[in-house]
């Protein structure tokens, strides 16, 4: 598995990925409505586009394919952190949260926050993040519940002199 930047083009293969996680793996936490408010078939493209060329997320490769996407911003809030359906259980998810870390780490991030579907909640917590709040975001007029969860990084040790 390689871990690597995204790259102009690879908007589409993200969409379906996250799409196909949510319907196929999240489904079993949610409501065929919550799933369809949250995922829906159709999008913006272009705002897709443009969102995750800001974004800048790490993509997981495997053979040529994309298995894997997750992003930190600067303020240390991961947007966006998806595992391909047909992968489940592989070390994707551990392989980008490790890399999340590494990037925060080289930026001098004190903290990562994230709003954790119920699905990824467990997963989250291995990784040392804690529930600060549930949440009820409405989306398309639909409440899908999700937690803020927040980890506290160690602060860079400096050498002794």
């Known amino acids: 598995m390689q871990i690597r930047r995204f790259q102009g083009g690879e908007a589409p293969a993200l969409h379906r990925l996250r799409h196909d996680a949510i319907h196929q793996i999240a489904a079993r936490d949610y409501t065929p409505q ?54 489940p259980r592989q070390g ?32 989250f917590l291995h990784h040392g993040f804690a529930i600060v709040e549930q949440r009820q975001p409405v989306r398309q007029g639909v409440v899908v519940p999700n937690a803020f969860m927040r980890k506290h990084l160690q602060a ?3 050498p002794a002199a």
């Open 156 to 158: 860079p040790t400096v």
């Open 92 to 123: 994707i998810g551990n392989a980008l949260m490790a890399r999340l870390h590494e990037e925060a780490a080289r930026q001098g991030m004190a903290t990562l926050t994230s709003d954790v579907s119920r699905t990824a909640q467990p997963f």
């Open 34 to 87: 919550q799933i369809a408010a949250w995922a829906p078939a159709t999008i913006d493209a272009q705002a897709w586009a443009e969102k995750m060329a800001a974004n800048r997320p790490f993509i997981a490769e495997m053979d040529g394919q994309i298995v894997g996407f997750a992003d930190v911003q600067p303020s240390g809030y991961i947007d966006y952190f998806f595992v391909s359906a047909e992968h």
